[in-house]
T-cell receptor
Framework: AQSVTQLDSHVSVSEGTPVLLRCNYS??????LFWYVQHPNKGLQLLLK??????LVKGINGFEAEFKKSETSFHLTKPSAHMSDAAEYFC???????????FGKGTSLLVTP | GAVVSQHPSWVICKSGTSVKIECRSL??????MFWYRQFPKQSLMLMAT?????????EQGVEKDKFLINHASLTLSTLTVTSAHPEDSSFYIC????????????FGPGTRLTVL
């Protein structure tokens, strides 16, 4: 079965400092991995996705993630946090069919002035 | 492009009544749509996969007679919560799978259901 574990339920950073949201995955085959962001009262938005191409994936709003097979990790990073980055972030792995998505429990990012 | 809408955005109903939630892909066709449920401060749990013109596929533990799904067209899927009870109160989110190019799922904004 495919699953993801988000290692932190809450992360707090100061504006302008780096962001690191950690995610480990478990999959019996080469997975597709995603990071989604959920702002209050808004739909989920895709930040980036890994689909077995380049291991370093660049996404929107300055986010990027690196697929590390040896560590079974797909951590999300951003060099400098903005206040607008405060939201819930989900690490996601696709099912075998590539359709259904298995969500992690989410990491709530707080950005302080 | 690639916008998915849900209606209503929120609904309050009495216990025992049924509620229908619509999910529409506004600018693309979606042969497959998904319904998720999200409890407060928790993650999204896949409830069912909705395929246009065929029966939905439900995840283990999801009552198909309680959560009726209809995918009658390439742009519309509906979820009907029948005989709703307070424990059905939740945030219901749909997504639509776009085949063209990127094979990406696009999510609706969600529907907040409160059953009194």
């Amino acid at each position: 079965a495919q699953s993801v574990t988000q290692l932190d339920s809450h992360v707090s950073v100061s504006e302008g400092t780096p962001v690191l949201l950690r995610c480990n995955y478990s999959s019996s085959y080469s997975p597709s991995l995603f990071w989604y962001v959920q702002h209050p009262n808004k739909g989920l938005q895709l930040l980036l996705k890994y689909t077995s191409a380049a291991t370093l994936v660049k996404g929107i709003n300055g986010f990027e993630a690196e697929f590390k097979k040896s560590e079974t990790s797909f951590h999300l990073t951003k060099p400098s946090a903005h206040m607008s980055d405060a939201a819930e972030y989900f690490c996601v792995v696709s099912g075998r069919t590539g359709y259904a998505l298995n969500f992690g429990k989410g990491t709530s990012l707080l950005v302080t002035p | 492009g690639a916008v998915v809408s849900q209606h209503p955005s929120w609904v309050i109903c009495k216990s025992g009544t049924s509620v229908k939630i619509e999910c529409r892909s506004l600018d693309f066709q979606a042969t497959t749509m998904f319904w998720y449920r999200q409890f407060p401060k928790q993650s999204l749990m896949l409830m069912a996969t909705s395929n246009e013109g065929s029966k939905a596929t439900y995840e283990q533990g999801v009552e198909k007679d309680k959560f009726l799904i209809n995918h009658a067209s390439l742009t519309l899927s509906t979820l009907t919560v029948t005989s709703a009870h307070p424990e059905d109160s939740s945030f219901y989110i749909c997504s639509a799978y776009r085949l063209a190019g990127d094979n990406e799922q696009f999510f609706g904004p969600g529907t907040r259901l409160t059953v009194l």
